[in-house]
T-cell receptor, first 113, second 110 residues
Framework: AAGVIQSPRHLIKEKRETATLKCYPI?????VYWYQQGPGQDPQFLIS???????DKGSIPDRFSAQQFSDYHSELNMSSLELGDSALYFC????????????FGSGTRLTVV | GQNIDQPTEMTATEGAIVQINCTYQ??????LFWYQQHAGEAPTFLSY????GLEEKGRFSSFLSRSKGYSYLLLKELQMKDSASYLC???????????FGGGTRLMVKP
C-alpha cells in the first residue's frame, strides 16, 4: 500500500540558511500535518492543511511557512535556520472523519550546523 | 489547552504483560490514539478509542474512561521488538490535529 513519502530523508544546513522539506500524502487523503520532534521529545504540531487550505496552526515559528499544492503534496519552508531547528520533521496525512488517526511519513532529519 | 501525562520510562520482562497509563485534561475530546515509535522512525498507529471501554487488537489492547480522563495500553506476551516509545495522543474538538503526550519508553529485557 502507498505510504506518506517525505524527502529528503536527511538534510544538513548551516545557520541562517534555508531548507525546503517535501511531503507526498497517501492518495485520497485530504489532510496533511507537519510535526517537529526534537531529540527525546514528543512530536509537536506545526501546521496542517485540509483540501489545500491551512486548517490549523500550532507552534510554527514565523521563520517557517508551508503550503499544499494542487496535487496535494505539501512543502515546509524554513528560513534563517537556527541550531535549535535540528530535529526530525514528520509529515502525516489522514482522511477527514477516519478513525485510524494519521499515517506518518518516515520523516526528514534536519541537522543545522 | 491540552495536558497529557504518561510515565517516562518502564521496564518489563519478555513474555510478561505491561500496562502503560495515560491521563489527559483537554478542552475538548474527540478520541484518543496510541502510537508506537522506534528510535529515529515514524510513529505507527496502534489503537483508537472514542467510547469508554476496552479495544482489543491481538497482543495489544487499549482502554478508555472519558469521565476519568484516563486510558491505558496493555501489551501482552512481550517480545524484545516491543522495546520502543509509546505515545498517547488526544484529538480535541477544534481541528483535526493530535496532541501528543511525552511518550513512555518501554524496555523489554530477556
Amino acid at each position: 500500500a502507498a505510504g506518506v513519502i517525505q524527502s529528503p530523508r536527511h538534510l544538513i544546513k548551516e545557520k541562517r540558511e534555508t531548507a525546503t522539506l517535501k511531503c507526498y500524502p497517501i492518495p485520497r487523503h485530504d489532510t496533511v500535518y507537519w510535526y517537529q520532534q526534537g531529540p527525546g521529545q514528543d512530536p509537536q504540531f506545526l501546521i496542517s492543511f485540509y483540501e489545500k487550505m491551512q486548517s490549523d496552526k500550532g507552534s510554527i515559528p514565523d521563520r517557517f511557512s508551508a503550503q499544499q499544492f494542487s496535487d496535494y503534496h505539501s512543502e515546509l519552508n524554513m528560513s534563517s535556520l537556527e541550531l535549535g531547528d535540528s530535529a526530525l520533521y514528520f509529515c502525516a496525512s489522514s482522511r477527514q472523519g477516519a478513525n485510524y488517526g494519521y499515517t506518518f511519513g518516515s520523516g526528514t532529519r534536519l541537522t543545522v550546523v | 489547552g491540552q495536558n497529557i501525562d504518561q510515565p517516562t520510562e518502564m521496564t518489563a520482562t519478555e513474555g510478561a504483560i505491561v500496562q502503560i497509563n495515560c491521563t489527559y485534561q483537554t478542552s475538548g475530546f474527540n478520541g484518543l490514539f496510541w502510537y508506537q515509535q522506534h528510535a529515529g522512525e515514524a510513529p505507527t498507529f496502534l489503537s483508537y478509542n472514542v467510547l469508554d471501554g476496552l479495544e482489543e487488537k491481538g497482543r495489544f489492547s487499549s482502554f478508555l474512561s472519558r469521565s476519568k480522563g484516563y486510558s491505558y495500553l496493555l501489551l501482552k506476551e512481550l517480545q524484545m521488538k516491543d522495546s520502543a516509545s509509546y505515545l498517547c495522543a488526544v484529538k480535541g474538538y477544534a481541528g483535526n490535529m493530535l496532541t501528543f503526550g511525552g511518550g513512555t519508553r518501554l524496555m523489554v529485557k530477556p
